[in-house]
């Protein structure tokens, strides 16, 4: 096939699938589906009307020549009201002309051809002389009197019908397609206004790139369906900047962390290997081992967060003691100098849940209350309508409350003066919350009775 | 012991053939209870045996999982096997 055929072709094909050409096409079907079997309904209708009007002149005339024959004062002229549209013949049962109207006095007998019948039947005949291109409703009736029997011949043109029906049939001839033109051009116009906004859009979200998602679509300012895609468009844009930017963030600062105990071991290293025969080995090892222990923690966290990201934490959920948990994590931190850890206040608390994840994420709140704390943590659990509570209270200074949610983001570290001593990478709360709320469950952040912060965990108890 | 069986082994509990799932530590109390059966274990005999000397928690624990134990292996199968006598402690009856 030709190139320049097959770029008709389609062009041909784009334009036909274009909902503007295809909405147009239909309505206009359907409308001059629609005008067409109206118009022919109407001329149908109108013909029959006229006629019967013409039939009820007609059966009014017999009846009155026939009570004229029956009183026997029937006069030879007969008149008629138009002389160019109505006949009246009266014949006696020899078939001579005993009467007619002054149009056919001088003619035959026009019931030649024509059996009298019952009252009601008119026929429709041509070839009436009067005027023998029309069409005549012609009623012929028998008439009995004392003087015999008579035929009556009554006709009336359909001239007047047919006139009518002719011009109605000429003003729905052009009136018709010209509405059909109306509704087609009318369409087009209005379908292809509506949908101009979509091409804007699409134009639009074919040019946004990774790298340009701050760019927006046009919205056209209106609440119908193309304003709120274009809004829903725009949300869902939002959304993906959020995002991108959400994961940028997090790739730069796990990198940021892990460049720290790289460059701390490095240097290490090659200071060790300038000067080989002096130096420390032993106490290098011991200090790249602390290094690479901490990088190894941190790559883990970092891979729990992402995944936390990508499909939520899932794990397996079995029912667990949250005492039991708090209990051990309590006892294995009991070590820590100068910090007592009160438990007390530790009832029992059941949970469905995983039995990695959750003494992780107890782990965190312990370890980040005793980073923080002076003296004391005190860690109390209970369950009560349907919820097993934790909170982990310390005497430390507290979080602001515009921080407070800030303290569970990844890599925040308040009071940046005091955490490097501590060394935490700022993880610990974003996978405590990831944790809790993997299990359907909530982290939040209160004012201590003992000054400092207080944590609380809830989680639905588990049934089993 | 009755129709509550209890496997050390496999770490189940069944009762009238039925599974009733516990935790490790309901099933700890359980195994106490049934080794003193048809005697009254005091509260911080439970303690010391089932936790251990340094528990340092909330003693009513004890009471949360007798609790648990007549909801999991007693209530469904219209039992009252756990009896309580105040200052006592708990008695599990042997024949169930």
Same mark, same amino acid.
């Given at each position: 096939?030709a190139d ?12 036909t699938?274009? /909902? ?7 309505a ?16 149908v ?24 024959l029956?009183?026997?004062t ?15 013949q009266v014949l006696?049962?020899g ?8 149009? /056919? ?16 039947d /008119?026929?429709t005949?041509s070839?009436?002389p009067?005027?023998v291109?029309?069409?005549f ?18 006709? !009336? ?15 729905l001839r052009?009136g018709?397609?010209?509405l ?20 804007? /859009? ?6 946004i790139?990774s790298?340009?998602?701050?760019r927006?679509?046009?919205e ?23 995002? %991108? ?22 240097? %290490?290293?090659?200071v060790?290997?300038e000067?080989?025969?002096q130096?420390?080995? %032993? ?7 602390e ?12 891979l ?12 397996q ?19 820590a ?15 469905r849940?995983?039995?990695? %994840? ?24 209970s369950?009560?309508?349907?919820l ?19 303290? @569970?983001e990844r @890599? ?11 060394r935490? !990478? ?7 919350? !990831? ?12 004012d ?17 | ?25 309901? +099933? ?11 005697? +009254?274990?005091?509260?911080?005999e439970?303690?010391?045996n ?8 909330d ?8 609790r ?8 469904? +199968? ?19």
């Amino acid at each position: 096939m030709a190139d320049p055929v097959r770029a008709t072709l389609q062009r041909t094909w784009r334009w036909t699938a274009s /909902i503007r050409v295809r909405t147009a096409a239909l309505a206009t079907l359907v409308v001059a589906v629609a005008l067409v079997a109206a118009a022919i309904a109407l001329v149908v209708l109108q013909r029959r009307t006229l006629t019967d009007n013409v039939d009820t002149a007609v059966k009014l005339r017999a009846q009155d020549i026939t009570s004229l024959l029956i009183a026997g004062t029937l006069p030879e002229e007969l008149t008629v009201l138009n002389a160019e549209v109505s006949l009246v013949q009266v014949l006696d049962d020899g078939g001579r002309i005993v009467g007619a109207s002054e149009n /056919i006095l001088d003619l035959e007998s026009l019931a030649a051809d024509l059996s009298p019948g019952d009252a009601t039947d /008119i026929r429709t005949m041509s070839g009436v002389p009067i005027d023998v291109d029309e069409d005549f409703r012609v009623l012929t009736r028998s008439v009995e009197t004392a003087a015999g029997v008579y035929t009556v011949v009554v006709g !009336a043109s359909l001239d007047e019908v047919n006139e009518s029906s002719q011009s109605l049939v000429n003003l729905l001839r052009w009136g018709v397609p010209l509405l059909v033109v109306l509704v087609a051009g009318g369409t087009f116009l209005l379908v292809g206004r509506a949908l101009s906004p979509v091409e804007g /859009i699409r134009r639009e979200v074919a040019g946004i790139t990774s790298q340009q998602l701050a760019r927006r679509v046009p919205e056209p300012g209106t609440d119908d369906e193309i304003g709120r895609l274009a809004r829903t468009m725009n949300e869902m844009l939002d959304r993906l900047e959020i995002a %991108q930017e959400k994961q940028e963030r997090f790739v730069g600062d796990a990198s940021h962390e892990l460049r720290s105990p790289l460059a701390s071991m490095r240097t %290490q290293v090659e200071v060790d290997l300038e000067h080989p025969d002096q130096a420390p080995w %032993q106490e290098t090892m011991t200090a790249v081992q602390e290094e690479v222990v901490r990088m190894q923690r941190l790559v883990e966290d970092f891979l729990l967060l992402a995944r936390s990201d990508a499909q939520g934490l899932g794990g397996q959920h079995e029912l667990l003691d949250l005492d039991d948990v708090v209990l051990a994590e309590a006892e294995a931190q009991r070590d820590a100098p100068a910090i007592t850890i009160d438990t007390s206040g530790v009832s029992a608390g059941q949970v469905r849940g995983d039995a990695r %994840q959750l003494p992780r994420l107890v782990r965190n709140l312990i370890e980040n209350a005793i980073r923080f704390g002076k003296s004391r943590v005190v860690l109390t659990l209970s369950e009560a309508r349907g919820l097993t509570v934790l909170a982990v209270d310390d005497d430390g200074s507290g979080v602001p409350g515009e921080q407070r949610e800030r303290v @569970f983001e990844r @890599f925040t570290r308040l009071d940046s003066a005091r955490d490097r001593e501590h060394r935490g !990478a700022g993880l610990g709360l974003a996978i405590a919350r !990831a944790i809790a709320e993997a299990h359907g469950g909530a982290l939040e952040i209160e004012d201590s009775a003992l000054g400092g912060a207080r944590f609380v965990l809830s989680i639905p108890s588990g049934r089993s | 012991m009755g129709d509550l069986c209890l496997d050390p082994a496999s770490h189940r509990v069944t009762r009238d053939g039925t599974e009733i799932e516990l935790t490790s530590r309901e +099933f700890s109390v359980l195994e106490f209870l049934m080794r003193r059966a048809d005697e +009254f274990v005091a509260k911080s005999e439970i303690l010391e045996n089932v936790w251990d000397f340094s528990f340092e928690g909330d003693p009513n624990i004890v009471e949360v999982y007798v609790r648990r134990l007549r909801k999991k292996a007693d209530e469904p +199968f219209g039992r009252n096997s756990i009896a309580t006598k105040r200052g006592a402690g708990y008695r599990l009856s042997s024949d169930g």
